[in-house]
């Protein structure tokens, strides 16, 4: 009689023969024998410890099993004792039962490696890898995949995060893999599995990114850069070449002119506390001449003592030179631009109206 998980493995013929003769058992029905004597007892039995497919190859060979007499079972019985006397001892199946058994006496050291070790030979849940997707991500799988592929991609998903990812998708889109749920109920285990190892494996196959941020977001920080005559030469001709790309660089766009309507007034000392005094005192003066409404802006929102002084330097030093006072402004940008990548500012939403 086979041993382990391997008793499982072996199909064969239902039992046959008289009322008093050995029935004929594939090792997968004596252990079905062997289990069903056991629950007869009330022993307890870790049948969960077996691997699903084990468990329902299990299920099967009892469903084949009507009756089993006398002899066979005595049989089955003595096999499967002698056998137990036969054994002296049982190791672990693999290094990470192993590593359960001996991990109380290992070195910290041999304990770390040998568990790095089983964690790169044992696969990864497919579906927890799925299942940890931005949203955005997942609806661009369901909207490539079949409707019963993405059915089962939202069964193995939370309810409430399922549901928020079927509120993302086209209506059509929604209803039709809405639909195909119903059709998941008689799919296997296996199957599962394998569209599962089949959707990740397409996640690793995507090609890699050279950017981690847009095209929109790379342009609009060159031009945020750049003087506002090359900005304004250079939009124009975006607009002739594909004007849907030039609107969002628009939008990406921050400069001096948009501070009054971007920058929230509590974050203005935050911002002016990280800029050079003569850089500041050089931009206001530029930005007088320019942007007044967006100098008055930052005069207003910051301490009064520190507001008259600034005006007061900004109007003895006159209008600066144009690259001057462009790289002055430039340097209030960068300290607007660097509180928002820090997360320690948001800017305000910019509105349709105001591209």
């Known amino acids: 009689m086979a041993q382990g998980g391997e008793v499982l493995d072996h199909a064969g ?11 004929r058992l594939t090792p997968g029905q004596k252990a079905a024998v062997i289990v069903r004597l056991l629950l007869s007892e009330d022993v307890p039995l870790a049948l969960d410890r077996l691997t699903p497919v084990q468990q329902e190859r299990l299920a099967r060979y ?13 049989g089955v019985v003595q096999e499967f004792t002698t056998a137990l006397d ?3 001892l049982i190791f672990p199946e693999g290094l990470p039962d192993a590593l359960t058994l001996l991990e109380p006496h290992l070195s910290a050291p041999a304990r770390e490696g040998l568990l790095a070790e089983t964690q790169a030979q044992t696969p990864a849940d497919p579906w927890a890898r799925l299942a940890e997707l931005e949203d955005e991500d997942l609806v661009a799988l369901i909207t490539s995949e079949s409707a019963e592929v993405c059915a089962i991609l939202l069964s193995k998903l939370s ?6 990812i079927l509120a993302m998708l086209p209506e059509d889109r929604a209803e039709l893999v809405a639909h195909a749920v119903s059709l998941t109920s008689t799919v296997s285990p296996d199957m599962v599995d394998r569209i599962g190892m089949t959707l990740t494996g397409q996640l690793g196959n995507k090609p890699k990114i050279a950017f981690n941020t847009s095209a929109v977001d790379r342009v609009g920080a060159i031009l945020n850069a ?21 609107e969002q660089v628009r939008r990406a766009i921050f400069t001096f002119e948009h501070i009054p309507k971007r920058l929230k007034p509590t ?3 935050k911002v002016m506390r990280l800029v050079d005094p003569g850089k500041a005192i050089i931009a206001c003066a530029s930005g007088l001449a320019e942007y007044p409404i967006a100098v008055e802006f930052l005069l207003e929102n910051m301490s009064k003592r520190m507001a008259e002084q600034l005006r007061e330097d900004a109007e003895t030093l006159g209008t600066p030179r144009l690259n001057e006072g462009e790289a002055a ?3 209030i940008i960068t300290a607007i631009r660097d509180l928002v990548e820090s997360n320690e500012i948001m800017l305000i939403p910019q509105e349709e109206d105001e591209i």
């Open 13 to 23: 013929p239902a039992p046959s023969g008289g009322p008093g003769a050995v029935q």
């Open 62 to 74: 009892m469903a084949t099993l009507s009756h089993v007499n006398r002899a066979t079972l005595a």
């Open 159 to 164: 309810v409430a995060r399922a549901a928020e």
């Open 226 to 246: 750049a003087s506002g005559s090359i900005r304004d030469a250079i939009l124009d001709g975006l607009d002739k070449r594909n004007a849907e790309f030039a």
């Open 329 to 331: 402004m430039a340097e």
């Open 267 to 269: 974050d203005v000392p």
């Open 86 to 88: 036969n054994l002296a």
